[in-house]
């Protein structure tokens, strides 16, 4: 595999005193595979990189590109079936190759601090916040009891928590997902290393909880720390890195200065990555390199279209309340209307805790309202008891966040595929087989799949079996929830052109529910913006994102990391 690799800027004079060496990290020829010591699967093939101090390099590429478990390498967290070889591996001039867990121990926390993806995972669930960062000052001997205690509590103000005694007694599922970033972040500062890692430290988080954490990671560089930021996610990759190296099959396939690789990519993997990121400018383009459309026309079982003028899914007025444990009654859905037009996306975005989710599920009538209506083809559909609703069930289908974790791992995908479709629609198994095969056909996938399980896909597989599944019903209406927003960029350029095709083919709407406001301006025809339960304001994509009315969608919108790449044409057109 070709490399492409430029001298990064130098940032430091030229006659800087010989001692004086700016040179925190060296990375030469690492290798690192898993599996028998005899025959390993190579994982990262020959990886070299240098790191100043002050820097931040960012390793971008797609899952299994190697970019995860070169960060690990460093920390000695490849776990105990790895098998790592390196002509240099060296922190602050320290020889890290054959380090051993005891000497890895005493690096992580103190030199290096590590920021993982998943704060719910990697913070003790059974133990408040405020204990496990303790944990990581008395390990290394920091302080006293009464110290410690103190120290939290200052940390988790320097990171932005607010009411920090309070938080720091809290365990990790009482807290949302920003607050327990920032538990995490405090506890990888804890010590204040020189080096932190972030592994896409944002990944998940909504606009605004994730701008606060980058302005978190950014005023830890300004302080002189040094970063290595994992992200997938391009526009915060030009927003943070000073150095950029992307990674390809195990491989460095090109790096050097953030600005000139983003501006002049050379490698035709980076300037892939680049054009997959969805945006206003992406809108009616595809994002993946291919034919103008995978798909092809498969019979529909649907009957004949109703009233076109007639929305396919309209709420009004929808409320929905819950009562919390402390017997307080909040309203999470305040007077929530819409229409959703046949053939077309509406696109619901907003905080964590907007309502999203819920007025999904009242959408779906998995929940239902406490006032208001939701209604399918003109007729009602929320209010109805489930066994009258029962026969139209088939015509609204969703496509969650994690496929895996919705579907049983037992099954193959033949029977996951089989499973949504009426056996009434049918004249025998071997037509409902073939209807798999349809299904199979129209997400891009092979008829050798059917025989897998979900564990032997790959994420982008997973989710075009989700896609499958959804229209094994031949649905008027699907539910999209977060549907991309756990994939790598390219997979999930191919996914949203997967989505764009069906559509186009088949008159399918959707409702489209994400936190990525890149992804919901590129897919949507209308859009609808949530705070507090209530909307806040809705109309046309091109409107609401680029002449936004209300003040808490200017605010969303500027929290909104946008991909830099200057003097490039991609650059001069966003301008």
């Known amino acids: 595999?070709?490399?492409?690799?430029?001298?990064?800027?130098?940032?430091?004079?030229?006659?800087?005193?010989?001692?004086?060496?700016?040179?925190?990290?060296?990375?030469?020829?690492?290798?690192?595979?898993?599996?028998?010591?005899?025959?390993?699967?190579?994982?990262?093939?020959?990886?070299?990189?240098?790191?100043?101090?002050?820097?931040?390099?960012?390793?971008?590429?797609?899952?299994?590109?190697?970019?995860?478990?070169?960060?690990?390498?460093?920390v000695g967290l490849t776990g105990g079936r790895s098998h790592v070889r390196a002509g240099r591996l060296e922190l602050a001039g320290r020889d890290l190759r054959g380090l051993g867990d005891r000497g890895f121990r005493a690096i992580r926390g103190q030199d290096v601090g590590f920021i993982l993806q998943d704060a719910l995972v990697?913070?003790?669930?059974?133990?408040?916040?405020?204990?496990?960062?303790?944990?990581?000052?008395?390990?290394?001997?920091?302080?006293?009891?009464?110290?410690?205690?103190?120290?939290?509590?200052?940390?988790?103000?320097?990171?932005?928590?607010?009411?920090?005694?309070?938080?720091?007694?809290q365990r990790p599922d009482e807290l949302s997902g920003g607050l327990r970033q920032r538990a995490l972040i405090a506890s990888a500062l804890?010590?204040?290393?020189?080096?932190?890692?972030?592994?896409?430290?944002?990944?998940?988080?909504?606009?605004?909880?994730?701008?606060?954490?980058?302005?978190?990671?950014?005023?830890?560089?300004?302080?002189?720390?040094?970063?290595?930021?994992?992200s997938h996610d391009l526009a915060v990759v030009s927003r943070m890195a000073d150095d950029i190296a992307v990674m390809q099959g195990g491989e460095i396939v090109e790096q050097g200065d953030a600005r000139e690789v983003l501006a002049n990519p050379r490698h035709a993997y980076t300037r892939a990555l680049l054009d997959a990121v969805p945006s206003e400018h992406s809108r009616g383009q595809r994002l993946s390199p291919g034919r103008d459309a995978a798909v092809s026309v498969i019979g529909s079982a649907r009957a004949a279209a109703p009233d076109a003028t007639v929305?396919?899914?309209?709420?009004?007025?929808?409320?929905?309340?819950?009562?919390?444990?402390?017997?307080?009654?909040?309203?999470?859905?305040?007077?929530?209307?819409?229409?959703?037009?046949?053939?077309?996306?509406?696109?619901?975005?907003?905080?964590?805790?907007?309502g999203k989710t819920t007025t999904a599920r009242i959408a779906l009538a998995l929940t239902r309202p406490d006032g208001g209506e939701v209604l399918l083809d003109g007729e009602p559909w929320s209010g109805l008891k489930e066994k009258e609703r029962r026969a139209r069930r088939r015509q609204v289908s969703v496509i969650y966040q994690d496929p895996l974790s919705s579907f049983d791992p037992r099954w193959s995908v033949e029977r996951i595929l089989r499973d949504t479709l009426a056996p009434e629609?049918?004249?025998?198994?071997?037509?409902?087989?073939?209807?798999?095969?349809?299904?199979?056909?129209?997400?891009?996938?092979?008829?050798?799949?059917?025989?897998?399980?979900?564990?032997?896909?790959?994420?982008?597989?997973?989710?075009?079996?989700?896609i499958a599944r959804?229209?094994?019903?031949?649905?008027?209406?699907?539910?999209?929830?977060?549907?991309?927003?756990?994939?790598?960029?390219?997979?999930?350029?191919?996914?949203?052109?997967?989505?764009?095709?069906?559509?186009?083919?088949?008159?399918?709407?959707?409702?489209?529910?994400?936190?990525?406001?890149?992804?919901?301006?590129?897919?949507?025809?209308?859009?609808?913006?949530l705070s507090k339960g209530r909307v806040v304001e809705q109309g046309p994509a091109d409107d609401v994102f680029r002449r936004p009315q209300e003040p808490y969608t200017q605010a969303l919108l500027a929290a909104v990391p946008r991909l830099q790449r200057p003097g490039s044409r991609t650059a001069a057109a966003a301008d």
């Open 190 to 230: 804890a010590l204040d290393p020189e080096l932190v890692i972030a592994d896409e430290p944002t990944t998940a988080l909504d606009v605004t909880v994730q701008a606060q954490i980058l302005e978190l990671l950014e005023a830890t560089k300004a302080r002189g720390r040094t970063l290595i930021l994992i």
């Open 425 to 466: 629609a049918f004249a025998d198994d071997a037509a409902r087989g073939r209807r798999v095969g349809e299904l199979l056909e129209l997400v891009g996938l092979q008829d050798e799949h059917r025989h897998r399980r979900p564990l032997q896909l790959s994420g982008g597989q997973r989710q075009r079996v989700a």
């Open 311 to 354: 929305p396919v899914l309209e709420a009004t007025d929808l409320v929905k309340r819950y009562r919390g444990p402390d017997g307080i009654e909040r309203t999470v859905v305040d007077g929530v209307s819409f229409r959703l037009e046949r053939g077309k996306t509406l696109g619901v975005v907003g905080e964590s805790g907007s």
């Open 1 to 74: 595999m070709s490399t492409t690799t430029r001298r990064s800027a130098p940032v430091w004079p030229t006659e800087a005193p010989a001692d004086l060496d700016r040179t925190l990290l060296r990375v030469e020829d690492l290798h690192v595979g898993f599996g028998d010591a005899r025959d390993p699967t190579p994982v990262v093939k020959g990886v070299s990189f240098t790191l100043e101090r002050g820097r931040c390099l960012a390793i971008v590429g797609e899952s299994g590109s190697g970019k995860s478990v070169t960060a690990r390498t460093i």
């Open 122 to 169: 990697s913070l003790d669930p059974l133990r408040p916040v405020g204990r496990e960062i303790a944990e990581a000052l008395r390990l290394h001997g920091w302080g006293t009891r009464t110290s410690r205690h103190e120290k939290v509590v200052e940390l988790l103000t320097q990171v932005g928590v607010p009411d920090a005694e309070l938080v720091a007694s």
């Open 470 to 529: 959804a229209l094994g019903p031949d649905p008027a209406v699907i539910v999209c929830d977060e549907p991309v927003s756990a994939l790598d960029v390219s997979i999930q350029a191919q996914v949203l052109d997967l989505l764009e095709d069906l559509q186009r083919e088949l008159g399918v709407s959707y409702l489209f529910i994400s936190h990525d406001l890149g992804v919901i301006h590129h897919i949507s025809d209308h859009v609808l913006v």
